[in-house]
């Protein structure tokens, strides 16, 4: 074992030391990638060193580079160094963390790691929550809770078709895809999602919200629950959540707060106000996978009320009957989340937490706000660039407009400016894959308005204010290569 980690650790130390140097993404096949992978069905060992030879020499060659300083594409977290090793040792321990009897430390880790996040956050001090494999799965038991608490009782038992009415959930345009997906696993239905109008900042309008609540009022539904954001994937944006709230509390509706992307922007002092009224939510989805910089899979769930998660989650079973144990020792996480089995993903947690602390996370957060801030002053002073939605958090949408376009698109038509903004989205769409296969860079894409926009997050502690402007130049460097027309 110690020969085996010391030559892994020095992997680890090389891969990161060299991890600016590297092409963000390789330029290869699943073919190819395969060609070097595939083999016949080992039957006796093969050595270690060969092993890990063959996850250096193919494995990291061919990966996307998370932790680059240039990977702007999606949510996308560099994963550190301690929480490397934490992901080690807990998985040397093998904790399955379904109980207190299964594991006493690792589930009071998990309990003060929990109400950690709650004190970062100024939630509810008697809430409860739990670690999950990402927001995906907060948002889907943050769902089956307000389904429960906003449903007749006999829904556990008879299902959907004790229910007299429909339930209706109220979301933005710039909700996440996994809010419809789990009202369609649910039983919720897609249909039964209600889509709310943005603002020009792409804020959720409260206007719209209430009256699509009073038409389904009138038809005799059941509205349950409205979803706010605080931090979009798309955009970056952050909901007025104390508005919000207080459509809640007068429709009596639960109040979902997904908070995955951005909530842990709260530790930095440019951020916070913006996330006021996050501790009115009856739930709060997160994920520490993203702004506390850690590798994946990490999220979280919290419950303001406790035995409304309870009421959703508890199953008895007699193999899972707790015998002469006090109430605290006879805690369950079971009774909290749709899990069972659980590794310990609370050990990267607190290591991270104890080995960094916050106030360093913090100005770590504030540095990756101030380089999307950055990149969107460079774009606004640029000639051949334009914003496409405004910076909230570290979220940037834009796109490559050169002059000849911006000049025609200035006195041209209705028609003819369709047209030109179909071309210029033909020719990000090519921008785009072409930045790609260069290397130094990394962006996703989005569709604001209707028009194709590059789209780049910060959220990596090693980007500077000068890999914003290095992205703008391969920009102008790859575009240089795409043969442009009118």
């Not at 770590?364 to 774009?379: M, S, T």
């Not at 041209?412 to 989205?425: F, G, M, V």
């Amino acid at each position: 074992m110690r020969r085996w980690g010391n030559a892994a650790i020095d992997l680890m130390a090389e891969y990161l030391a060299s991890i600016g140097d590297r092409q963000v993404y390789p330029n290869t096949s699943s073919n190819q990638i395969r060609e070097q992978l595939d083999e016949a069905l080992p039957v006796e060992r093969s050595d270690f060193d060969a092993v890990l030879a063959s996850f250096r020499d193919t494995i990291i060659k061919l990966s996307r580079h998370n932790a680059h300083p240039r990977m702007f594409g999606y949510v996308q977290a560099p994963g550190t160094a301690i929480a490397a090793v934490a992901d080690l040792l807990a998985s040397t321990l093998n904790a399955n963390l379904t109980a207190w009897r299964s594991a006493p430390a690792a589930v009071e880790l998990e309990r003060l790691t929990i109400n950690w996040i709650k004190e970062i956050l100024g939630y509810e001090r008697k809430a409860a929550g739990l670690f999950v494999s990402g927001g995906s799965m907060a948002n889907m038991a943050a769902l089956m809770a307000a389904r429960r608490a906003k449903a007749s009782e006999d829904l556990l038992s008879k299902g959907a078709r004790s229910l007299p009415q429909e339930m209706r959930l109220y979301v933005s345009e710039e909700t996440h895809h996994s809010i419809a997906k789990a009202a369609a696993l649910l039983g919720i239905g897609r249909d039964n999602v209600r889509t709310i109008r943005v603002d020009e900042r792409f804020k959720i309008r409260i206007d719209d919200l209430t009256a699509k609540i009073n038409e389904d009022l009138d038809a005799g539904h059941l509205p349950f629950c409205v979803v706010a954001n605080a931090g979009t994937v798309m955009t970056g944006t952050v909901d007025p959540l104390i508005e919000v709230s207080r459509i809640a509390q007068q429709f009596n509706l639960w109040l979902h707060v997904d908070a995955c992307y951005g909530g842990f922007a709260v530790l930095a002092k440019s951020a916070r106000p913006l996330f006021d009224g996050i501790d009115k939510a009856d739930s709060v989805a997160l994920d520490p996978h993203k702004w506390l910089y850690l590798p994946v899979d990490c999220g979280c769930i919290l419950y303001r009320d406790p035995e409304a998660a309870r009421a959703t989650f508890a199953q008895e079973a007699e193999y899972t009957r707790v015998i002469a144990q006090e109430a605290e020792e006879a805690f369950a996480f079971w009774d909290y989340g749709p899990e069972l089995s659980r590794r310990f993903r609370a050990l990267k947690v607190w290591m991270m937490l104890k080995g960094v602390g916050v106030r360093a996370l913090g100005e770590a957060i504030e540095k990756d706000l101030a380089c999307a801030r950055h990149f969107e002053q460079l774009v606004q002073a640029s000639a051949d660039f334009e914003m496409l939605a405004p910076v909230e958090l570290s979220i940037f949408c834009f796109r490559y407009v050169p002059a000849q376009f911006k000049r025609a698109l200035t006195s041209a038509d209705e028609s003819t400016r369709r047209k030109i903004n179909d071309e210029l989205d033909s020719l990000n769409e090519r921008l785009l894959v072409e930045l790609e296969r260069d290397g130094s860079a990394y962006l996703s894409n989005a569709l604001i308005h209707g028009r194709f926009a590059l789209r780049g997050c910060v959220m990596n502690y090693r980007t500077t204010l000068r890999d914003m402007e290095i992205l703008l130049s391969d920009l102008r460097r790859v575009v240089s290569r795409i043969e442009l027309t009118l």
